[in-house]
Protein backbone atom coordinates (compact mmCIF):
# COMPACT_ATOMS: atom_id res chain seq x y z
CA UNK A 1 0.00 0.00 0.00
CA UNK A 2 1.30 3.15 -0.51
CA UNK A 3 1.32 6.49 1.13
CA UNK A 4 -1.71 9.52 0.26
CA UNK A 5 -0.61 12.67 1.50
CA UNK A 6 -2.78 15.25 0.57
CA UNK A 7 -3.18 18.89 1.46
CA UNK A 8 -1.43 17.75 4.78
CA UNK A 9 -4.15 14.71 5.41
CA UNK A 10 -3.41 11.14 5.11
CA UNK A 11 -5.74 8.14 4.02
CA UNK A 12 -6.06 5.42 6.83
CA UNK A 13 -4.51 3.28 6.69
CA UNK A 14 -1.93 4.59 4.52
CA UNK A 15 1.99 3.16 5.67
CA UNK A 16 4.14 5.75 6.09
CA UNK A 17 8.06 5.46 6.19
CA UNK A 18 9.67 6.30 9.80
CA UNK A 19 10.96 9.70 9.17
CA UNK A 20 7.60 10.88 7.99
CA UNK A 21 5.35 13.03 10.70
CA UNK A 22 3.01 11.02 12.63
CA UNK A 23 -0.74 12.37 12.37
CA UNK A 24 -2.77 13.76 15.14
CA UNK A 25 -6.78 11.58 16.20
CA UNK A 26 -8.29 13.80 12.95
CA UNK A 27 -5.50 12.38 10.70
CA UNK A 28 -3.72 15.71 9.88
CA UNK A 29 -0.19 15.60 9.82
CA UNK A 30 1.09 16.77 13.22
CA UNK A 31 4.31 18.82 11.38
CA UNK A 32 2.20 20.53 8.56
CA UNK A 33 -0.25 21.46 11.13
CA UNK A 34 -0.32 25.86 10.14
CA UNK A 35 -0.32 27.79 13.55
CA UNK A 36 -3.07 30.06 13.82
CA UNK A 37 -2.74 34.25 14.86
CA UNK A 38 -4.20 32.91 18.68
CA UNK A 39 -1.65 30.23 18.93
CA UNK A 40 1.25 32.49 18.03
CA UNK A 41 -0.17 34.86 20.59
CA UNK A 42 -0.34 32.24 23.23
CA UNK A 43 3.02 31.32 22.61
CA UNK A 44 4.46 35.44 22.79
CA UNK A 45 2.63 35.44 25.86
CA UNK A 46 3.98 32.29 27.33
CA UNK A 47 7.30 34.26 26.65
CA UNK A 48 6.41 37.10 27.73
CA UNK A 49 5.59 35.02 31.41
CA UNK A 50 8.75 33.31 31.33
CA UNK A 51 10.86 36.52 30.79
CA UNK A 52 9.04 38.62 33.50
CA UNK A 53 10.54 35.54 36.02
CA UNK A 54 13.75 35.45 34.96
CA UNK A 55 14.10 32.20 33.00
CA UNK A 56 14.95 34.35 29.88
CA UNK A 57 17.37 36.96 29.09
CA UNK A 58 16.15 40.21 27.01
CA UNK A 59 18.12 39.17 23.89
CA UNK A 60 16.36 35.15 24.45
CA UNK A 61 13.01 36.92 24.73
CA UNK A 62 13.73 39.36 22.04
CA UNK A 63 14.71 36.09 19.82
CA UNK A 64 12.17 33.71 20.83
CA UNK A 65 9.25 36.29 20.01
CA UNK A 66 10.20 37.17 16.46
CA UNK A 67 10.67 33.56 15.50
CA UNK A 68 6.91 33.23 17.43
CA UNK A 69 5.80 35.70 14.72
CA UNK A 70 6.85 33.99 11.88
CA UNK A 71 6.29 30.41 12.64
CA UNK A 72 4.29 28.87 10.71
CA UNK A 73 3.53 25.18 12.10
CA UNK A 74 2.49 24.37 15.50
CA UNK A 75 5.96 22.24 16.12
CA UNK A 76 7.76 25.44 15.16
CA UNK A 77 5.93 27.06 18.07
CA UNK A 78 6.24 24.76 20.47
CA UNK A 79 9.74 24.51 19.55
CA UNK A 80 10.17 27.67 21.39
CA UNK A 81 9.36 26.80 24.45
CA UNK A 82 10.18 23.30 25.23
CA UNK A 83 12.73 24.22 27.27
CA UNK A 84 9.88 26.16 29.93
CA UNK A 85 8.02 25.15 32.17
CA UNK A 86 4.58 24.51 31.35
CA UNK A 87 2.84 25.80 34.53
CA UNK A 88 3.42 29.57 35.10
CA UNK A 89 5.25 30.15 38.77
CA UNK A 90 2.90 31.87 40.07
CA UNK A 91 0.67 28.17 40.51
CA UNK A 92 3.34 26.74 42.41
CA UNK A 93 2.73 25.77 45.35
CA UNK A 94 4.60 28.82 47.17
CA UNK A 95 2.79 31.20 46.45
CA UNK A 96 -0.49 30.04 46.84
CA UNK A 97 -0.95 32.72 49.54
CA UNK A 98 -0.72 35.48 46.88
CA UNK A 99 -3.44 33.74 44.89
CA UNK A 100 -5.34 33.51 48.01
CA UNK A 101 -4.91 37.40 48.59
CA UNK A 102 -6.04 38.02 45.68
CA UNK A 103 -9.29 36.97 45.58
CA UNK A 104 -10.38 38.38 49.07
CA UNK A 105 -12.62 41.17 48.75
CA UNK A 106 -11.97 44.60 50.55
CA UNK A 107 -14.12 45.31 53.67
CA UNK A 108 -16.27 47.86 52.01
CA UNK A 109 -16.81 49.36 55.87
CA UNK A 110 -13.05 50.42 55.51
CA UNK A 111 -13.39 52.41 52.50
CA UNK A 112 -16.35 54.15 53.94
CA UNK A 113 -14.27 54.87 57.02
CA UNK A 114 -11.44 56.32 54.67
CA UNK A 115 -14.09 58.94 52.83
CA UNK A 116 -15.51 59.76 56.20
CA UNK A 117 -12.10 60.68 57.94
CA UNK A 118 -11.32 63.06 55.10
CA UNK A 119 -14.49 65.10 55.32
CA UNK A 120 -14.25 67.62 58.44
CA UNK A 121 -16.87 67.59 61.30
CA UNK A 122 -19.61 64.78 61.75
CA UNK A 123 -18.25 62.59 59.47
CA UNK A 124 -14.74 62.28 60.92
CA UNK A 125 -16.50 61.05 64.06
CA UNK A 126 -18.49 58.52 62.03
CA UNK A 127 -15.29 57.44 60.77
CA UNK A 128 -13.68 56.49 63.75
CA UNK A 129 -16.69 54.23 64.45
CA UNK A 130 -16.78 52.76 61.10
CA UNK A 131 -13.11 52.08 61.03
CA UNK A 132 -12.92 50.39 64.35
CA UNK A 133 -15.79 48.66 63.42
CA UNK A 134 -13.95 47.18 60.10
CA UNK A 135 -11.01 46.56 61.86
CA UNK A 136 -13.08 43.98 63.73
CA UNK A 137 -14.73 42.63 60.65
CA UNK A 138 -11.82 41.99 59.03
CA UNK A 139 -10.21 40.71 61.87
CA UNK A 140 -13.30 37.75 61.50
CA UNK A 141 -13.73 37.26 58.12
CA UNK A 142 -10.31 38.07 56.59
CA UNK A 143 -11.06 40.60 54.08
CA UNK A 144 -8.72 43.12 52.81
CA UNK A 145 -8.43 46.20 54.09
CA UNK A 146 -6.45 46.63 57.48
CA UNK A 147 -4.47 49.61 56.11
CA UNK A 148 -7.31 51.37 54.80
CA UNK A 149 -9.25 51.22 58.20
CA UNK A 150 -5.85 52.30 60.19
CA UNK A 151 -5.56 55.26 57.80
CA UNK A 152 -9.32 56.32 58.15
CA UNK A 153 -8.79 55.79 62.66
CA UNK A 154 -5.53 57.76 62.53
CA UNK A 155 -6.83 60.53 60.37
CA UNK A 156 -10.35 60.79 61.92
CA UNK A 157 -8.72 60.85 65.41
CA UNK A 158 -5.89 63.31 64.45
CA UNK A 159 -7.83 65.50 62.29
CA UNK A 160 -10.03 67.10 65.28
CA UNK A 161 -7.07 67.46 67.37
CA UNK A 162 -5.49 69.64 65.02
CA UNK A 163 -8.80 71.56 64.88
CA UNK A 164 -9.18 72.16 68.59
CA UNK A 165 -5.22 72.75 69.03
CA UNK A 166 -5.59 75.51 66.12
CA UNK A 167 -8.59 76.95 68.56
CA UNK A 168 -7.06 76.93 71.72
CA UNK A 169 -3.95 78.34 69.86
Known amino acids: MSTQI ?5 DRGA ?6 ALPDPAGQVIG ?3 ASDSERERAVDLLN ?20 YRARTRPE ?8 PVTPSSATPGHAE ?9 NSLAVVALVCSVIPGLPQLAAIVLAVA ?10 RGTALAATALALATIG ?3 AVLFVLL
Open 134 to 143: SLRQIRRTGD
Open 160 to 162: PLL
Open 98 to 106: TSADASRRT
Open 77 to 84: LLALSADL
Open 49 to 68: KAFAEGRLTAEEHDARVERA
Open 32 to 34: TVR
Open 15 to 20: VLPASA
Open 6 to 10: SAGRI
